[in-house]
């Protein structure tokens, strides 16, 4: 008897639940057991839902989502519809399950002082938060926030640095929150010092399980089927391929190899396409130091979604 396979799509519907279900508690316990029993700030839309939720009570995860609003409308204006909808999706887990779990009481605060473990917050729940952001960019999706400001930004200026935009949203958001939420410059400069503790940690988190924000791949891909390959790439990606010629030294064939450099967060794309397109194809992955160019870093600056404007220019041409 023929053993029974789960159809590829629901498998990767379920896949994806799963990522985005341990990614929702993670942002759960890293909100619910250190940010706010601690006051510490992370930046972008937690960092000033975390203050607003310590002057006013305000749910975090509702202040997130309602952050979010004016920025995915915007961003869907410009960019579209089809390139929002992950960042949609990861913006309403992550903020649903901080608010679930803390109406059921689950994740408490870790500590029974958290104000006086500060450190002991930052610490862990940058570590926890990196782990969270991992889990939702190994399924390509998103929690928006300063990365929405920052492909906002580049529509007015083309030329802004994108990691440089993301920073300057992100020490503001970190500056206000503090200022708001403490009365005197000691306490003030304690709790940037703490944020930048946290934001150091999440990104080192981040780094270890995923790879990090800009680390690219090279792939490498041996298929009979290329040229179907290499068109959905292009297609469904919307990455450059380059086809190189090869041959097998055992067999004496020649071969067709499919060269492609991708962003971390479109590894699982590439590696799904593929194998739905040819079970049999032969794929190598391998990390580039630097990938500099059209679609990567263009001097400072790093582009990956174009706005619709721009798009139809490019069709037209």
Not at 49 to 65: D, V
Not at 253 to 259: L, S, V, Y
């Amino acid at each position: 008897m023929k053993q029974k396979t789960l159809n590829p799509k629901l498998k990767e519907i379920l896949t994806d639940i799963v990522y985005l279900c341990i990614s929702g508690l993670l942002f759960a316990i890293a909100y619910n057991m250190f940010f706010v029993p601690g006051a510490i700030f992370i930046g972008g839309a937690g960092g000033i839902a975390t203050a607003l939720n310590i002057l006013f009570n305000i749910p975090t995860g509702t202040m997130i989502i309602l952050i979010n609003v004016p920025l995915v409308a915007l961003f869907m204006l410009f960019y579209g519809a089809k390139s929002a909808v992950k960042g949609i999706v990861g913006i309403l887990v992550s903020s649903l399950f901080v608010d679930g779990t803390a109406m059921l009481g689950i994740f408490g605060e870790a500590f029974p002082n958290a104000a006086e473990n500060r450190l002991l917050c930052a610490i862990l729940g940058g570590l926890v938060l990196g782990a969270a952001v991992a889990f939702m960019f190994a399924r390509g999706y998103s929690t928006g926030g300063s990365d929405l400001i920052a492909f906002l930004v580049k529509i007015f200026i083309p030329n802004a640095s994108t990691p440089n935009v993301i920073f300057g949203v992100e020490a503001c958001v970190v500056l206000i929150a503090s200022l708001i939420t403490n009365d005197t410059i000691s306490t003030i400069v304690m709790s940037i010092f703490f944020s930048i503790i946290c934001t150091f940690m999440q990104t080192n988190a981040l780094s270890t399980i995923n790879g990090g924000f800009d680390k690219t791949r090279v792939a490498y891909i041996f298929s009979d089927k290329y040229e179907e390959i290499a068109n959905a790439m292009m297609k469904d990606l919307k990455r450059g391929v380059t086809i190189i010629d090869g041959q097998g030294w055992y067999t004496k064939e020649e071969k067709k190899i499919i060269f492609c450099v991708v962003k971390k967060n479109e590894i699982f794309p590439l590696k799904t396409l593929v194998r739905h397109m040819d079970e049999n194809a032969f794929m190598i992955l391998s990390e580039a130091t630097e990938t500099i160019g059209r679609g990567f870093k263009a001097g400072v600056g790093d582009v990956v979604i174009e706005p619709k404007k721009k798009k139809k220019q490019a069709e037209k041409k």
